[in-house]
């Protein structure tokens, strides 16, 4: 679990929750990108780099068409999203891209950075595209800070994946757990200094005297070691973060979650608001990708087909 539990400080607040680490993209147009390392891609069918037969090779950028490869930036360090196993980058993101790769004809070589700066390397033009759970937001779209002010031009996003917090309980889910409100009156696990301890404790606001106790850990496997002892009787983590560990841990018998998802949002494709060509097609490969089940397919590799979308859409976020 240690992919995935190495980020539940920063992974929720810069991915999902908050817009500051990205208002820094301005200042750092020179230095945002100098570590990224290369990593894994997916290859089309056939491991060609390009297929100009594929059904949707046309609709690319003539620049694309030549070279044969979309670049895409991604942080490495977000399992089950984008993660690195055997040096290489693996996950639900770069399997998605494998499946609008077969309709593109095109190779997508993921490329692995900062989070803090993907959005940057879009404006410099180091990558063609950035793939890397990022909550597609208004703030993002229009280059904002936190404040509203202008710091950069701003992306547009190809809307991919839905994602929300999900709770995490003991398998069976002994005590019934189906929201929030079912935690008043018991003891909750999750790891100190995150958004989804902040989520507990105004739960327990909303709890008034039925009181819900917090117990808070230096990790998130040790909330979820407290769960699966019975101390807890749940955990809050990112969806797919919660999904991965009910696949993972234990062979699947520790843990199941509880209810639907909450505070759901969007993830997208980032692109250049100059590039409408290459969003356009993202748009209409991904679409495809739907209707033909390859995309299903992926996110039940992962175990989180429950945040799937219907439809391609662009700029969706709030």
């Not at 594929?54 to 930036?73: C, E, N, R, T, W």
């Not at 593109?104 to 700066?117: C, E, H, I, N, W």
């Not at 996003?157 to 309980?169: H, P």
């Not at 902040?198 to 819900?212: I, M, P, R, Y």
């Amino acid at each position: 679990m240690t992919a995935s539990t190495t980020r539940r400080t920063t992974a929720a607040r810069s991915r999902i929750a908050a817009v500051g680490a990205i208002a820094v993209a301005g200042a750092l147009v020179l230095t945002g990108c100098g570590d990224q390392t290369e990593g894994s891609s997916a290859t089309p069918s056939g491991g060609t780099q390009k297929d100009s037969s594929a059904p949707l090779f046309s609709a690319l950028p003539k620049k694309i068409q030549d070279a044969g490869v979309i670049k895409v930036g991604t942080d490495s360090a977000y399992a089950p999203m984008e993660f690195v196993e055997g040096g290489k980058i693996v996950g639900v993101d770069p399997d998605i891209a494998e499946a609008l790769s077969k309709q593109l004809g095109v190779k997508f070589q993921f490329t692995a950075g900062t989070f803090d700066g993907l959005i940057t390397s879009i404006y410099t033009g180091r990558e063609d595209a950035i793939m890397s759970s990022i909550t597609d937001n208004k703030k993002r779209q229009e280059g904002l800070d936190d404040k509203g002010q202008k710091i950069g031009k701003g992306i547009d996003f190809v809307d991919y994946f839905s994602s929300g917090l999900s709770l995490l309980v003991k398998k069976g889910n002994p005590e019934g757990i189906k929201s929030m409100d079912d935690l008043c009156g018991k003891t909750v696990a999750v790891q100190r200094g995150t958004i989804y301890e902040d989520t507990f404790k105004a739960q327990a606001e909303k709890c008034g005297d039925k009181k819900l106790t917090i117990q808070a850990f230096d990790t998130d496997a040790e909330a979820q070691t407290r769960v699966k002892a019975g101390g807890a009787v749940a955990d809050l983590n990112d969806y797919p973060v919660a999904a991965y560990t009910v696949k993972t841990s234990g062979g699947g018998n520790d843990f199941e979650i509880a209810g639907q998802q909450s505070d759901v949002g969007l993830f997208g494709i980032g692109v250049s608001k100059e590039n409408t060509q290459l969003r356009d097609a993202l748009k209409q490969a991904l679409d495809a990708a739907i209707k033909d089940g390859s995309y299903a397919k992926a996110l039940e590799k992962w175990n989180v087909q429950d945040s799937a979308v219907k439809s391609a859409t662009i700029n969706a976020g709030q």
